[in-house]
């Protein structure tokens, strides 16, 4: 999978956006292409973003459609094998990047251009010619095995970010992690590889982005090369609906930890493309911007109680959230939801957090935000948001996530719309969107039928502080202490059988 720490590239370049276009291949089919040339920039990036993602994997045999592009990027060709085609990419100090999301499928990487036509033949001979050897397909597979089995089991965080979605989408396209299923991937067979790269590797089904000092024909050039794939239908795959969300559920992973792990959220009906993001933005970032000490969720859990150490929330999907600050782009969703991320805590202080958590969006919902506290969040984001482009693969990624979505490229929407917000806006989405009376809720803890009998009395859960903390914390945890949190169904599930099948 992509590293998307790796993606530190060159900022700024003298930038010029070309509007996306369809080049014509030889075929006849166009390719639907992103150009971003920037002459003085010394590197070339380059992103093939495909329409295939785990909402294609069949039933039974989920991770099918991370593996087949494992076996595109990361397998040997049928000229060379994957040992040879790494020695071929090492003088470049470049690679072939993989990333499967739900929704589609990014391959690509960025090299100096004085190597884009060596690197450029491996990454065509990789996507058009790939070997699908028997060898490959065992480690790949093996590969995805480990990280559903053991990175993700391991770690309290990514399982716990990953199990909230599978909970808030259980039943949908979305309710499995674009990795597989431990069960699914053992019932995968090569046959199944090549048919899934037959049917979704099309030219209808790839956005092609090109970015920085390439030569003025490249682009036309590549496209006419990436002819040699089938035509294949346009369309998205039809996604029903996600779930409506009942009650109050918490999911308890018993897991071998001396700390919780805690997340909750439900669907949110609102993606980048729709007007209410833009407040519900704000309001976010207000509430508990990514790895941000402006939150308040951070400001009254972490600074002003002690309890954790990252205390956040989110409006979208956000990928790998221990290892981004800013959100990488290339992993656009048509369905999006609502989530808070509180870790990690104290075992005794479980129960506590939770309502603290619950307790910062009932009081946004109820109190909404000042006009000074909504200018200073919205003048933070106006900023902000301009460092999550600075890299050459970034703008290029969010300018094809923006054709995803149908709308113009988002940090300049960002910029666009922002400044035409009102507090009324903002507060007006707080209001329709943000609720504690529904929600899917995951915890991971070292004791679950303790954390489960606690949980069900709902009796209320004192703070105790080592150190003196001010008088209106002491008001506020007078509200927090008490509050009800009435789960509606409580579920025990051993780490073991997180995702098994």
Same mark, same amino acid.
């Given at each position: 999978m992509i590293d998307r720490r790796g993606l530190l590239l060159a900022a700024a370049f003298g930038l010029a956006a070309v509007a996306p276009a369809a080049a014509q291949t030889a075929a006849g089919a166009p390719i639907e292409t992103v150009a971003l040339p920037a002459a003085s920039s010394p590197l070339v990036a380059i992103r093939l973003q495909l329409d295939v993602g785990s909402i294609h994997d069949p039933a039974g045999k989920e991770g099918l459609a991370a593996l087949t592009a494992l076996m595109v990027g990361q397998a040997g060709t049928q000229k060379r094998s994957y040992t040879e085609l790494l020695e071929a990419l090492y003088p470049m100090a470049?690679?072939?990047?993989?990333?499967?999301?739900?929704?589609?499928?990014?391959?690509? #990487?960025? $090299?100096?251009?004085?190597?884009l036509a060596d690197y450029t033949a491996l990454l065509e001979e990789a996507l058009l010619k790939p070997g699908f050897s028997p060898e490959d397909f065992q480690r790949n597979k093996d590969q995805l095995t480990a990280e559903l089995s053991s990175s993700l089991r391991s770690n309290d965080e990514l399982l716990g970010l990953e199990l909230i979605q599978q909970k808030i989408f259980k039943g949908h396209p979305y309710g499995h992690s674009p990795l597989g299923t431990v069960e699914g991937l053992q019932h995968i067979t090569l046959d199944d590889v090549k048919q899934l790269y037959k049917e979704h590797y099309t030219r209808a089904g790839l956005l092609l982005g090109v970015g920085g000092g390439y030569p003025a024909d490249y682009v036309a050039r590549l496209t006419k090369d990436l002819s040699a794939l089938p035509a294949g239908e346009r369309g998205r795959k039809a996604l029903p609906p996600a779930p409506r969300v009942e009650g109050r559920n918490f999911t308890l992973v018993?897991?071998?930890? #001396?700390? $919780?792990?805690i997340n909750f959220g439900y669907p949110l009906p609102v993606t980048r493309a729709d007007a209410d993001y833009y407040p519900l933005m704000v309001a976010n970032s207000f509430l508990g911007e990514h790895r941000s000490l402006n939150g308040r969720l951070m400001n009254e859990l972490r600074e002003e109680r002690g309890l954790n150490y990252g205390d956040y929330s989110y409006v979208e999907y956000l990928e790998t959230p221990p290892r981004v600050t800013t959100p990488p782009p290339g992993v656009p969703r048509r369905e999006q939801y609502f989530s808070v991320w509180i870790?990690?805590?104290?075992?005794g202080d479980a129960q506590f957090a939770l309502r603290a958590g619950l307790y910062q969006i009932r009081r946004l919902r109820d109190e909404g935000m000042t006009e000074a506290d909504f200018k200073l969040t919205r003048d933070f984001l106006l900023n902000y948001s301009k460092l999550w482009a600075q890299s050459l693969q970034g703008r290029l990624g969010f300018q094809m996530d923006s054709r995803f979505y149908g709308m113009p490229y988002y940090i300049d929407e960002i910029q666009t719309r922002l400044p035409k917000l009102t507090v009324a806006d903002v507060n007006a989405a707080i209001k329709k969107y943000l609720s504690t009376d529904n929600y899917e809720a995951v915890m991971v803890t070292g004791n679950a039928q303790q954390l489960k009998e606690t949980l069900q009395k709902d009796e209320p859960s004192p703070k105790t502080y080592t150190s003196q903390v001010?008088?209106?914390?002491?008001e506020a945890d007078k509200v927090i202490v008490p509050l009800k949190v009435?789960?509606?169904?409580i579920d025990i599930v051993p780490v073991a059988e997180v995702f098994q099948k």
């Open positions: 470049a690679a072939i990047e993989v990333n499967t999301d739900r929704e589609v499928t990014v391959i690509g #990487g960025t $090299v100096h251009r004085d190597k018993q897991k071998q930890t #001396g700390s $919780v792990e870790r990690p805590v104290v075992p001010d008088a209106k914390v002491i009435q789960p509606t169904r």
